[in-house]
């Protein structure tokens, strides 16, 4: 059963997007449970990752290093909005934790 939130989103029909310069929620508001290079005991929802770059790019991006749930995780507008804020509210929802706008 597909259920329709808008025009553009279904359940069950992702709809993949680039990923937006600048936004780098994943790498701040998600809870990583496996280990990352330099943090062997994954990192806290709402803790920046310390592979996160002042300009917000992964710096581990390429390296076989790089946790399999950040590879696995896709840029899509059900988890990513239309803005960085939109997925900072979204990811950190999801996670139970409140933001401040």
């Not at 929620?25 to 709402?46: D, E, R, T």
């Not at 950040?70 to 507008?77: I, L, S, T, Y």
């Amino acid at each position: 059963m597909n259920i329709t939130l808008s025009s553009e989103l279904i359940i069950n029909k992702p709809c993949f997007m680039e990923c937006r310069d600048g936004c780098a929620a994943c790498c701040i508001y998600l809870s990583i449970s496996s280990p990352i290079p330099g943090m062997p005991n994954g990192k806290q929802a709402g803790v920046r990752c310390i592979h996160l770059s002042d300009d917000l790019k992964c710096t581990i991006f390429t390296s076989p290093d790089r946790p399999k749930v950040c590879d696995g995780f896709k840029p899509e507008k059900l988890f990513c909005g239309e803005t960085a804020q939109e997925a900072y509210s979204i990811l950190a929802g999801l996670e139970g934790i409140k933001i401040q706008h």
